[in-house]
């Protein structure tokens, strides 16, 4: 049999039912690939992946990210659950990246070779609050008004893990976690271009800063501006999520955020990231100056001058 697509009733996503993503032959894969094209977003209700078969999964649309300096490690857990079992404080590194991670982002944008992918799944979830919230880049880009559009064409923007804590008040220092690294800040345009469906949208989201050729003021002001049209209904979906529960999406052309809950509560969730195209998702870095250092790469990997953090693994959603 093969997987039942059924779209929502918005911009994005579909719900992939009759298919155990543990035992997917290549007909079925087939099928999960056209819509994750189609649609940007699946969701695949009970599967309760395994580590490994999650990674499996992930790596059917690529190469892992890694995400901390252990190669074996390609499936994270991102919770606030501390090694003793209690909820973490609102003092601590990982509480506040956890709840930066509630405003509108992109992974990896803040660095040099953007992300592909990102799998999510639940492995405990708190009573009420904790949905994952996605929205459509492409649909945001198509409702843009032309003049917008002429305005937005040759822009780009630098992306910074650095400055969107920033932004939140919160302090960081190279070597706090990924993303605090001396790669420098990746300049991206605002309008990308899909590889595989050719379709363009926004490429925004709380990481980006510093549009050149633009006042900071006249930088930060447009790209609220254009992030706030784009998170709007019909273009947004949040998951009410079940344990058990797997989420995909494209981060070329789909923005995330987490949503509150009650952080006395405990959430548990799985993360696997895959790894862009070095031929589509690669650029340029400059010197970021709220980092240690400046150490030009085209790569992701931990190395002498950005190692792996000493800080426990910084949140996602």
């Known amino acids: 049999m093969q997987p039942t ?13 009759d298919v155990d993503l543990s035992a997917l032959d290549d007909q079925s894969w087939r099928v999960v690939e056209d819509a994750f094209h189609q649609y940007g977003l699946l969701v695949f209700p009970g599967q309760h992946l395994t580590d490994d078969g999650q990674v499996a999964f992930a790596e059917r649309f690529g190469p892992i990210e890694y995400l901390t300096g252990n190669k074996k490690a390609k499936a994270v857990p991102i919770s606030n659950k501390r090694a003793d079992g209690n909820a973490m404080g609102s ?15 992109t992974d990896s944008s803040y660095m040099p070779l953007a992300s592909k992918a990102s799998a999510l799944s ?3 979830v708190p009573s ?21 559009r002429e305005r937005i064409a040759d822009l780009s923007a630098y992306h910074s893990l650095y400055h969107s ?5 919160v302090t960081t220092k190279t070597g706090d976690g990924y993303g605090y690294h001396t790669k420098g800040a990746p300049l991206r345009p605002l309008v990308k271009t899909h590889p595989i469906t050719g379709r363009k949208s926004l490429f925004i989201g709380r990481h980006a800063y510093g549009i050149p050729g633009l006042s900071e003021a006249e930088s930060e002001q447009l790209l609220e501006e254009l992030l706030t049209f ?10 009410q999520w079940q344990v058990g529960d797997l989420v995909i999406w494209d ?36 010197p970021d100056e709220l980092a240690a250092d400046y150490v030009p790469t085209g790569s992701n990997a931990f190395d002498e001058h950005s190692p792996a953090p000493t800080a426990p693994l910084p949140g996602n959603v």
């Open 230 to 239: 784009a998170c709007q209904h019909p273009r947004t979906y949040a998951h």
């Open 5 to 17: 697509v059924t779209p929502l009733d918005l911009t994005l996503g579909a719900t992939l039912t």
């Open 91 to 105: 003092d601590e590194f990982r509480y506040k990246t956890l709840r930066g991670n509630e405003g509108w982002h």
């Open 128 to 148: 009420a609050g904790g949905e994952t919230e996605y929205a459509d880049m492409r649909a945001a880009y198509d409702a843009l008004e032309p003049a917008m």
């Open 251 to 286: 981060n070329r052309c789909v923005l995330h955020r987490a949503c509150p809950y009650d952080y006395a509560e405990i959430r548990v969730m799985r993360h696997t990231r895959v790894a862009g195209d070095p031929t589509t998702e690669l650029v340029e870095t400059a």
């Open 122 to 124: 639940a492995l405990q």
């Open 165 to 169: 804590q920033a932004k939140i008040g």
